[in-house]
C-alpha cells in the first residue's frame, strides 16, 4: 500500500501563490512511476493538472502551463505543486495521486488539500 498525505492548501489572493505539497509513505514503487495533481471544484469533474514521471518527465495541462509547476524531492519522498498567479476559477479540493507502475492508471490518492482563491 502508498500512503498520500497533501498539504499546503489554504486562502490566498487572487494572483498570488501556494506550493501544495505530497508526502508519500509505504511501499517501494517503480522507478517509472508517476506522481500527478488533480482538482475538483464544485458541481466539476475531477480534472488533471501535472504529472512527473520519476525516472524523467513532466507534463501539464495546457491550462495551468507556466503558471504550476510540478518538482519532486527524491529524499523527503515529496512532489510538489507551485500555483502562481492564481486565480479565483482555481479554487477547487487538490488532489495528488500514484500511479506506481507509470501505465497511467493512478490508483492511490492522497485526502485531497482545498484552495481557495479570492477576488
Known amino acids: 500500500q502508498v500512503q498520500l498525505v497533501e498539504s499546503g492548501g489554504g486562502l490566498v489572493q487572487a494572483g498570488g501563490s501556494l506550493r501544495l505539497s505530497c508526502e508519500a509513505s509505504?511501499?517501494?514503487?517503480?522507478?517509472?512511476?508517476?506522481v500527478g495533481w488533480f482538482r475538483q471544484a464544485p458541481g466539476k469533474e475531477r480534472e488533471f493538472l501535472a504529472a512527473?514521471?520519476?525516472?524523467?518527465?513532466?507534463y501539464y495541462r495546457d491550462s495551468v502551463k507556466g503558471r504550476f509547476t510540478i518538482s519532486r524531492n527524491n529524499a523527503k519522498n515529496t512532489v510538489y505543486l507551485q500555483m502562481n498567479g492564481l486565480k479565483p476559477e482555481d479554487t477547487a479540493v487538490y488532489y495528488c495521486?500514484?500511479?506506481?507502475?507509470?501505465?497511467?492508471?493512478?490508483?492511490?490518492w492522497g485526502q485531497g488539500t482545498q484552495v481557495t482563491v479570492s477576488s
Open positions: 512527473i514521471r520519476w525516472s524523467a518527465g513532466t
Open positions: 509505504g511501499r517501494t514503487l517503480s522507478t517509472n512511476r508517476m
Open positions: 495521486a500514484a500511479d506506481s507502475a507509470g501505465t497511467g492508471a493512478y490508483e492511490y
